[in-house]
């Protein structure tokens, strides 16, 4: 087997310019777009609480009939 290289350590000013670079690159939503999808997450929130909601309370009246059984 082939031994890894070893990993050349990057200075600290290397380091920054390759953040900045990275950096450079990234393309950040504009204020419009995050209102859109913060509004879409909170609507998604909503309706999964009230289904499982509905679902809890469906399984909890199931056991309680089951209960009532014994």
Not at 5 to 12: L, M, Q, V, W
Not at 16 to 43: D, N
Not at 47 to 59: A, E
Request: proline share 6%; net charge neutral; aromatic share 12%.
């Amino acid at each position: 087997m082939a031994e890894p290289t070893p990993k050349k350590k990057t200075s600290p000013g290397e380091f920054v310019r390759q953040v900045r670079s990275e950096m450079s690159k990234v393309v950040w939503p504009t204020r419009e777009e995050t209102v859109r999808t913060a509004i879409f997450v909170f609507i998604m929130v909503v309706i999964l609480s009230l289904f499982f909601l509905g679902v809890d309370s469906l399984f909890g009246w199931v056991v309680e009939t089951l209960l009532e059984l014994i």
